[in-house]
């Protein structure tokens, strides 16, 4: 049991370091991500799937990079402490595991290329109106017609999908059995008739996440991954990959930098608040919490390592994670006092658009506003608990 | 010991009720809000006609004498409706402030525009490094023959957008924490030398940072004296407090129970969400949460008139309670409201947004849990 | 609305603070509940029994003290702000009520005085080893035999049982229907043969709690109180009555101002504890959540004096009430520091016992792990949380 | 990077594994704490066969080579078994001191009795007025000629009524609180002006109050200098945090072990509660602590033997997961247990009162928060 990094190990992180430093789009240094287009999204995506580094977590046949665990340790770590915008998550870490675990070899050869260049966009078609924590409750059918399925339904929390190509999609084929058992895995092109995209506007004033109607949409059969009416297996193949993920230990502690710099800029009574004890406790609180939560996903990563898969422990780093999130916004936000109140959205700020109070304080309300989301997505905190109590504690 | 409401207080509330139901439902609140102007004045002069802006003051002064048990009775009313005009600031703290303080030429001069709704009042006491502490307070007012010139910004200034007067906070004398030295000094919006940088907030109000350049004012301007500017702001806040106690109490009382409503009609599972053991629970800790949110916004709200320490300690105490209960119900109703929660499109992230503003309104948790344990 | 107190009161609260300080026995002020004796437990009651103020909360024709809410609410603060040992609850709190509420004439005759004069200890025989929360579980049965009732069954947590003279006991007589339809409301004489009391040890080293074990007891039909089949009504009746006592606000404030005092004397670094930031905090934090129960308490009593009975809303008051008292004990161990660590319960201590530490130290520790209990007694705080979720939310 | 154990630790667990499950099974455990003595000195006898009392020392001393990892390994088992021979103060504190700062005479005069199981030593530092500052020491250490004499008072030493010989912290030179010139001693039991007054503890361990009365030491008795004698307390101090968070492990998972158990079988309302969505949510909260407790233990005896600065961060962080974490999982292992929780016949209360001791032991929650801010 050892926490030093090898030589190997630092002349790695050296080289990634570099890499960032000298790669990275000069324009989207600190971007806000509700400012980004599409291009900017992308930008450093391309960067990456240039040098072949997009894909880490896949296996090198299919473009992965062959690194260690502790080398994707590193490569997280020098990414968010440098404050780059992420691959974008639809292709790399959802679907792309999806098609070169259940995908046939013409889905392969057509989906993966896409996915690694950022030539096509991904977006996820899982969540419903009446589907959502059930989310094997969910409702859009597909019938089969021909070499078609005909699609007909109503999908929601649909992230990002005002820019997307493709979407993959969960469909009821089958009204038999339990409910999980008639669901199907579906790719389907954006730009079929029958599709419309409608914005939602979030309390944070952003539009991230669309509806999604679908009206006698027509897919090629050929889109159908994996076995009609086994898509479930897919679905929860799919989850369990997000949840790792979700953890977020790198960007939080970049955010606890920020939240630090905060505080030692404003004042209380003429004296820092970092130097306030109330509040130099709270950041202590989150560190000490931060720091317990990346030797626990350190310690997922090594079982995983050794052939493990993810298992439903990994909903800690889900739970956790997103507390640890949401603590750190408020804190920030609670940090800049009065100046937490003016309300500038990104949809509406024009060119001659101001900042009101320290340039610090810009956005941190719409940031915690958005950031309660985190507890909600991606199953809720409450749902992973029913995981860990019934697959973890055997309740 | 009376905890009850009088005959009076009774049919004053259900007015508010029914005026707020009537005239003030979600899509209509939104639209004021989203409209140019933010506020709607027509509502503004309903309230007069209403009586509403006369509640709190005296009879020689044209009121119905009332208070503060009667204001804590409109805000809740108010709250439940998330009414954005400025009934806090034109009404409560400067209404309060020259009710209590001006003098009788004074109270003559602005009283009726604010009774008969012709007027809007904002309070510009904060300023950029100011934070919690009414007293650090760096705008200058420096004695210029019988008058005064004052110089400086004022920060976040709720209402400003649509005010017509201020009173705003100024320092005569001393340093800049200085407990004595600052005044207290009615400024028209229009004097020369007065501009507003204005913005929405994220509670659905409206801001300004205001700035002071050589705005000359008469000695008559200055409410009592330099020495006593500090603890009539300071009471001001106080009943600012109490006031926003028990806006907060209506929005926790709706999120409350558009909460429960949604979990006994919304399925996941092919069963109420309502029925899973950890929602019911977490539905009764909100409940607990308001119903000591409603002990100590009675609390404070009947012991604003004892004298100041036993006051300062009963605001205090409550707002470090709305502060936490109000955190925790918001977050909680967005919680169980799962993404709908998050859109716009309800009033659960409304009710939600404006909680968040009332825990820095007027000093947050910490700044509140200071000041009870040195009081 | 109006908080003041009136001048009557203020008469009342002067006098009865005079009564208590020229009446309440010398040797037992400042004695820790774990010391006291049958006799130590009866003095004070014994004393108000004379005075005719045992039982205020009684309809005056039974022995009331006929007191506005107001001045009941001021005597307990004067009470526990003296620090007295209040009357045994089982038999003034809980069975008074009971008797005067669903008893006979000759029950009403032989009981009631004997619980005023103390001459009659009860002790409340409901919990069973497999009838914790789900009190209508329970096993007890008593069979009609002539004029008698023969009892069988085992009873457990019976608090004071080994002092008591008699018990007032749910027992099933009923098979049939709903488990809460088949079960009685007995009066047991303990010295009945049959009846055996085990001590029950707890964590903190007190012996407060009993098994008690019925075997073929024998006791006279004219015991029942109430019909036969209904004790679930007087059961759940009690209930609500020993919940609205158990806020415990008074007690509470006398308690904090005890570690108030405690942490003045504690030096950090030389300066009292009570100047530390994060001390005075939680102190401030436990007297602001301590001053909402107190006014959620007086609303409650208010709207009771209006003839409302307390409803389900008064498991607020048990919750908080019993969270407040914790987090005191808590706090007040933690003021101590490393002596809160010496072990020395009541039961070991010999003649030549000598305190290791500060004074103010002793027991701190066990009066912590003590009441750990009042969140599970009484319906648990979960079961509390059900009740609210029910009756009051319609969940 | 490598979170694995060695094959020498797996084997190191199972073989304390095994001794605890068939030697110090609860009944085992609860008559050796009601004896007179309080220990078992054959329990410690096989100890020193077992080879425990040796792992953590140099091959030179004698020792099996082991580090921080093979202690953890050691103390998270016999915190399964709630064992009250004093490891951690003969061992890890003492011997550890021994072995990383005393002198070669020194170890050759000490250690053969430790690792041999002669010698049971206890670590007296903290005094009746210090709470949790090593640093505040009163007892005086007075040249005299080569050696020293002591005066003062040790508070709540533990296993003291146990110990052979201890090491005392006195203060050479300087004021109440300086950091500088404070020495440690090491000092017979049986030295004439050493007395105790001795004492169980809430968790079933023995301490004492000891009193040094002009206690005669020899110049060599000092351990290091007058310089270091507080950097070398506080670094063993940091050494027994990482000792008793891996204690703290056993308890957790024995106490989560426990409930979910008993959540299963017991029935009430013809179901078994762990059937209960409110008690699954509060055991997976219990579990979660647990397994951010393992993490910072881990982190923290990792770094046991980096710089003083990390050494301190790391100690100070994860005694306050540990102190967090040990109460929440002690306090809801007894409130799901009901009244059984309650009860000395249950393990589960003797688990939580030692879990309690542990939060004050080396400092609490807001000792170590404090600390780490610092740091």
Redesign the interface.
């Given at each position: 049991?050892?926490?030093?990094?090898t030589s190997e190990?630092q002349a790695f992180r050296a080289e990634a370091r570099k890499f960032i430093e000298d790669n990275y789009p000069k324009h989207l240094i600190g971007a806000d991500r509700g400012d980004l287009s599409k291009e900017d999204f992308l930008a450093w995506h391309k960067i990456l799937a240039e040098k072949g580094w997009v894909a880490p977590s896949w296996p090198e046949e299919f473009g992965g990079t062959g690194w260690t665990v502790?080398q994707k340790?590193i490569w997280n770590e020098e990414s968010a402490a440098f404050g780059t915008i992420p691959p974008l998550p639809f292709g790399i870490a959802m679907l792309g595991p999806v098609i070169y675990t259940f995908g046939n070899q013409a889905q392969k050869d057509w989906v993966l290329p896409g996915i690694k260049s950022g030539e096509t966009w991904w977006c996820q078609g899982y969540?419903e109106p009446?589907?959502?924590?059930?989310l094997a409750?969910l409702k859009t059918r597909a019938v089969r017609d021909g070499d078609d399925y005909i699609v007909n339904g109503h999908k929601?929390?649909t992230t990002l999908a005002q820019h997307a190509d493709w979407m993959f999609c969960l469909v009821r084929t089958g009204a038999e059995g339990k409910p999980q058992a008639g669901i199907s895995f579906l790719l389907i092109d954006m730009k079929t008739p029958g599709i419309t995209v409608r914005p939602?506007?979030?309390?944070d004033?952003g539009h991230e996440?669309n509806e999604v109607f679908l009206e006698d949409v027509r897919v090629p059969a050929e889109h159908l991954v994996g076995e009609e009416n086994k898509g479930w297996t897919i679905a929860k193949f799919l989850l369990g990959n997000e949840r790792s993920g979700i953890a977020g230990v790198a960007r939080s502690k970049k955010a606890i930098d920020r939240l630090r710099e905060i505080a030692r800029g404003?004042?209380?009574?003429?004296a820092p608040l970092l130097e306030?004890?109330?509040?130099?406790?709270r950041?202590?609180?989150l560190?000490?919490?931060l720091?317990?939560?990346?030797?626990?996903e350190?310690?997922t990563l090594?079982s995983e390592s050794k052939g493990q898969g993810p298992g439903p422990?990994s909903s800690?780093l889900k739970?956790?994670g997103t507390e640890i999130q949401q603590r750190i916004t408020e804190l920030t936000?609670?940090a800049v006092?009065?100046?937490?109140?003016?309300?500038?959205p990104q949809l509406d700020r024009g060119d001659n658009y101001?900042a009101?109070?320290?340039d610090h304080a810009e956005g941190v309300?719409?940031t915690?506003?958005n950031t309660?989301?985190t507890?909600?997505?991606g199953g809720?905190n409450?749902i992973q608990?029913?995981i860990?109590?019934k697959m973890?504690?055997?309740? | 010991m009376d905890f009850s409401f009088t005959e009076e207080q009774t049919l004053l509330r259900n007015m508010v009720q029914s005026f707020v139901q009537d005239n003030y439902d979600f899509d209509s609140r939104m639209k004021i809000v989203r409209s140019e102007e933010g506020m709607s004045r027509e509502i503004w002069g309903q309230f007069a006609e209403l009586g509403l802006l006369a509640a709190p003051f005296s009879e020689e002064m044209g009121g119905l004498d009332g208070g503060p048990i009667d204001i804590m009775v409109i805000m809740e009313e108010l709250g439940r409706g998330l009414v954005v005009e400025p009934y806090l600031p034109t009404v409560v703290l400067c209404g309060g402030i020259l009710s209590r303080h001006a003098s009788a030429a004074q109270q003559e001069a602005n009283l009726p525009g604010i009774l008969g709704g012709e007027h809007i009042w904002a309070l510009a006491y904060s300023e950029p490094q100011s934070r919690f502490n009414a007293g650090d307070v760096l705008t200058s007012a420096k004695a210029d023959g019988e008058g005064f010139v004052l110089n400086g910004t004022k920060a976040v200034v709720a209402a400003a957008p649509w005010a017509d007067k201020f009173i705003v906070s100024a320092r005569i004398s001393g340093e800049q924490r200085d407990r004595n030295g600052i005044g207290l000094f009615i400024v028209d919006k229009s004097a020369s030398g007065v501009s507003t940088q204005d913005y929405p907030t994220v509670d659905g109000n409206r801001a300004s940072e205001v700035t002071f350049e050589n705005v000359a004012v008469s000695g008559d301007a200055l409410i009592g004296d330099a020495t006593t500017g500090l603890s009539i702001l300071e009471e001001a806040l106080d009943h600012g407090i109490g006031a926003i106690c028990a806006e907060s109490l209506g929005h926790m009382k709706s999120l409350n129970d558009a909460t429960v409503e949604y979990c006994k009609t919304r399925k996941q599972f092919g069963v109420p969400i309502g029925s899973f053991q950890v929602l019911q629970h977490r539905m009764v800790d909100m409940f607990m949460e308001y119903e000591q949110s409603v002990s100590m916004t009675y609390m404070v709200n009947m012991k604003l008139s004892e004298g100041e320490e036993e006051r300062r300690k009963a605001a205090s105490g409550a707002k470090v309670q709305i502060g936490k209960s109000g955190r925790f119900v918001g977050q909680e109703a967005v919680q169980l409201h799962g993404g709908m929660g998050m859109t716009e499109e309800l009033s659960v992230g409304h009710y939600f947004k404006r909680l968040t503003v009332i825990d820095t309104q007027f000093g947050n948790v910490d700044h509140h849990l200071k000041r009870f344990a040195s009081a």
């Open positions: 049991m050892d926490v030093e990094f190990d502790t340790y969540s009446g589907a959502g924590s059930d409750g929601i929390w939602i506007i979030t309390i004033g996440v404003e004042l209380e009574d003429g306030s004890s109330d509040f130099a406790r950041i202590s609180e560190e000490i919490d720091t317990a939560l990346e030797y626990t350190l310690r090594a422990e800690i739970i956790k936000m609670e006092g009065n100046y937490a109140s003016p309300w500038v101001r009101i109070g320290p309300s719409q915690y506003f309660r989301k507890s909600i997505y809720s409450e608990r029913n860990i109590a973890v504690l055997g309740l | -």
